[in-house]
T-cell receptor, first 111, second 115 residues
Framework: SQQGEEDPQALSIQEGENATMNCSYKTSINNLQWYRQNSGRGLVHLILIRSNEREKHSGRLRVTLDTSKKSSSLLITASRAADTASYFCATVSGGYQKVTFGTGTKLQVIP | EAGVTQFPSHSVIEKGQTVTLRCDPISGHDNLYWYRRVMGKEIKFLLHFVKESKQDESGMPNNRFLAERTGGTYSTLKVQPAELEDSGVYFC?????????????FGNGTRLTVT
């Protein structure tokens, strides 16, 4: 069954604007990760936030986690055309620490 | 270091035929995973190896799918006989430690088309 569900499914913005993507999930988690996928390539890990953390930064990326609402957001500031890709959240849960992905958000940054 | 490599990158087969996908993880990574993405839907977990042992194969759709990792190095995923609904992109990923603490490193995937 699907664990992570991203919102919106697609997002188109102008270069320089900020992009916000949201992820909702259903069960308790150990941590949550965000990945990026460029067309025809594999997924690339961006950032990991643990269940006891509320916010994390990495360069132009900012991730928040609200375990009470079972949701996370990924903010990309000052977007660039090279940020055009699909973005996936992945929840890690259970004793085997299973990694479950959602459907992704397709981001297009227009130069 | 070399990344995760998958072979072939594309495969087109007819319904009823057999296809074997291969994944070479990053050297030293004990954990190896298979995922599948069908027609823009979610990336669905298939199974997880720790070395040569299957840690979790709860995502394998049915007994037409067989995954092996002999010797704890590369892994193969065989589909026999293939059905139309098996079409999709099959991703392999590896990680050094348990899933929770380490990011997954993905290959570029194998795009399987069953006609």
């Amino acid at each position: 069954s699907q664990q992570g569900e991203e919102d919106p499914q697609a997002l188109s913005i102008q270069e320089g604007e900020n992009a916000t993507m949201n992820c909702s999930y259903k069960t308790s988690i150990n941590n949550l990760q965000w990945y990026r996928q460029n067309s025809g390539r594999g997924l690339v890990h961006l950032i990991l936030i643990r269940s006891n953390e509320r916010e994390k930064h990495s360069g132009r990326l900012r991730v928040t986690l609200d375990t009470s609402k079972k949701s996370s957001s990924l903010l990309i500031t000052a977007s660039r055309a090279a940020d055009t890709a699909s973005y996936f959240c992945a929840t890690v849960s259970g004793g085997y620490q299973k990694v479950t992905f959602g459907t992704g958000t397709k981001l297009q940054v227009i130069p | 270091e070399a990344g995760v490599t998958q072979f072939p990158s594309h495969s087109v087969i007819e319904k009823g035929q057999t296809v074997t996908l291969r994944c070479d993880p990053i050297s030293g990574h004990d954990n190896l995973y298979w995922y599948r993405r069908v027609m823009g839907k979610e990336i669905k977990f298939l199974l997880h190896f720790v070395k040569e042992s299957k840690q979790d194969e709860s995502g394998m759709p049915n007994n037409r799918f067989l995954a092996e990792r002999t010797g704890g190095t590369y892994s193969t995923l065989k589909v026999q006989p293939a059905e139309l609904e098996d079409s999709g992109v099959y991703f392999c990923a590896s990680s050094q430690h348990g899933q929770g603490g380490s990011p997954l490193h993905f290959g570029n995937g194998t795009r399987l088309t069953v006609t």
